[in-house]
């Protein structure tokens, strides 16, 4: 029987299954229909009742909007970190079992020299990390130890205390002044911050203040992620170049894929406007347009055993209204497509200007 996940309390609507599946197929096998971001902790619930066995493959039928690839990803990186197996199915097509082991390694194991420091960094997490994240954990001693970053737990009431702001371009400045302020107060060199608690108490996003900070060169990565942030500290240090922190929205077997976020450091853009957060509808997010050309994806799993690092091609950027509103498709060799299919590392991943793959092994 097919089990729906029920699309997240950002969306009103329920969505459609994005496709149909033979009911013999059905019969046989565990298919979930990820609907929108958001849903990852409800796969959790359905593990610990029973519903779904991770002793068995586990079929993930997405769609190309609202949130649903994204959150699949993070759902299979769970399923393999307890030791089961899944595949993402983009379509009716995708039920090959041959793919959905090892897939192809397109990681490394990342050397102790690119992830230690030399100089102590203190990394601010201000709130827990986002529910959804439910693969995105970190061992903060061992961060400390490999890393030489400590991560500093910040309380969100610090952010929420200020209090429901203009919805608009001046209440996104607050927010930004006062994560600047902690940023100084605790003396961060990186934070990432628990932004979408931010929607129901401030009225307005942590878009605007991610990405001037990331533009005045400190790290600083959404819903308290911090694999991500980790990520985005290797980079400023193999790179220095800024970080656009996305989510996989729509992946083609020949390696053409399509990723979105609501902010990113304008340094990056060639021109851009504002609008509203995308899941929310409210307060102030980016669209940009990024220039065509070189660049480089990177992540770093959570406990820094794997490291994706891979150049690509931006080909062109777009705008629809049911994703994050910085659209870019970006090409790559097919076998980053099969990664992302049957072996992401978690969600979010990482955009950086130029060819920098070999900066990373």
Same mark, same amino acid.
């Given at each position: 029987?097919?089990?729906?996940?029920?699309?997240?309390?950002? #969306?009103?609507?329920?969505?459609?299954?994005?496709?149909?599946?033979?009911?013999?197929?059905?019969?046989?096998?565990?298919?979930?229909?990820?609907?929108?971001?958001?849903?990852?902790?409800?796969?959790?619930?359905?593990?610990?009742?029973?519903?779904?066995?991770?002793?068995?493959?586990?079929?993930?039928?997405?769609?190309?909007?609202?949130?649903?690839?994204?959150?699949?990803?993070?759902?299979?990186? /769970?399923?393999?970190?307890?030791?089961?197996?899944?595949?993402?199915?983009?379509?009716?097509?995708?039920?090959?079992?041959?793919?959905?082991?090892?897939?192809?390694?397109?990681?490394?194991?990342?050397?102790?020299?690119?992830?230690?420091?030399?100089?102590?960094?203190?990394?601010?997490?201000?709130?827990?990390?986002?529910?959804?994240?439910?693969?995105?954990?970190?061992?903060?001693?061992?961060?400390?130890?490999?890393?030489?970053?400590? *991560?500093?737990?910040?309380?969100?009431?610090?952010?929420?205390?200020?209090?429901?702001?203009?919805?608009?371009?001046?209440?996104?400045?607050?927010? /930004?002044?006062?994560?600047?302020?902690?940023? #100084?107060? /605790?003396?961060?060199?990186?934070?990432? *911050?628990?932004?979408?608690?931010?929607?129901?108490?401030?009225?307005?996003?942590?878009?605007?203040? *991610?990405?001037?900070?990331?533009?005045?060169?400190?790290?600083?990565?959404?819903?308290?992620?911090?694999?991500?942030? *980790?990520?985005?500290?290797?980079?400023?240090?193999?790179?220095?170049?800024?970080?656009?922190?996305?989510?996989?929205?729509?992946?083609?077997?020949?390696?053409?894929?399509?990723?979105?976020?609501?902010?990113?450091?304008?340094?990056?853009?060639?021109? #851009?406007? /504002?609008?509203?957060?995308?899941?929310?509808?409210?307060?102030?997010?980016?669209?940009?347009?990024?220039?065509?050309?070189?660049?480089?994806?990177?992540?770093?799993?959570?406990?820094?055993?794997?490291?994706?690092?891979?150049?690509?091609?931006?080909?062109?950027?777009?705008?629809?209204?049911?994703?994050?509103?910085?659209?870019?498709?970006?090409?790559?060799?097919?076998?980053?497509?099969?990664?992302?299919?049957?072996?992401?590392?978690?969600?979010?991943?990482?955009?950086?200007?130029? #060819?920098?793959?070999?900066?990373?092994?």
């Amino acid at each position: 029987m097919l089990l729906h996940i029920l699309s997240s309390e950002m #969306h009103q609507e329920r969505l459609a299954v994005p496709f149909e599946l033979p009911e013999s197929f059905l019969a046989a096998n565990q298919v979930v229909a990820v609907l929108t971001g958001g849903t990852e902790s409800k796969f959790v619930h359905l593990v610990e009742e029973g519903v779904i066995d991770l002793h068995k493959p586990v079929y993930l039928m997405v769609s190309g909007h609202s949130n649903s690839l994204a959150a699949a990803l993070e759902i299979l990186s /769970y399923i393999r970190q307890h030791k089961g197996i899944g595949k993402v199915m983009m379509s009716a097509d995708d039920t090959d079992l041959e793919v959905m082991g090892e897939g192809l390694q397109v990681t490394v194991t990342p050397s102790e020299k690119m992830l230690h420091s030399n100089k102590k960094l203190r990394l601010g997490v201000v709130g827990k990390p986002s529910d959804w994240l439910i693969s995105s954990g970190v061992d903060y001693k061992e961060v400390l130890e490999r890393m030489n970053c400590e *991560l500093v737990d910040i309380p969100i009431e610090e952010m929420t205390s200020l209090g429901e702001v203009d919805p608009g371009m001046k209440g996104a400045e607050a927010i /930004y002044q006062r994560l600047k302020e902690i940023v #100084h107060k /605790y003396d961060l060199q990186g934070v990432t *911050l628990r932004c979408f608690d931010l929607l129901s108490t401030v009225k307005n996003t942590g878009c605007i203040a *991610l990405s001037k900070l990331n533009d005045e060169g400190i790290p600083a990565a959404c819903e308290g992620d911090i694999p991500t942030l *980790l990520t985005m500290m290797v980079c400023k240090k193999r790179t220095g170049e800024l970080c656009f922190q996305v989510n996989p929205a729509r992946i083609k077997a020949d390696g053409e894929m399509l990723f979105a976020h609501c902010t990113l450091p304008l340094g990056m853009t060639e021109k #851009h406007e /504002y609008t509203t957060h995308f899941e929310s509808g409210i307060g102030v997010a980016i669209h940009g347009d990024l220039p065509a050309g070189d660049y480089t994806l990177v992540k770093m799993s959570g406990d820094m055993k794997r490291l994706l690092a891979v150049d690509v091609e931006l080909e062109r950027c777009q705008f629809e209204s049911n994703l994050c509103r910085t659209q870019v498709w970006i090409k790559a060799d097919p076998a980053v497509s099969q990664y992302f299919l049957t072996t992401p590392i978690a969600n979010h991943h990482v955009l950086i200007r130029g #060819h920098h793959a070999k900066q990373f092994t």
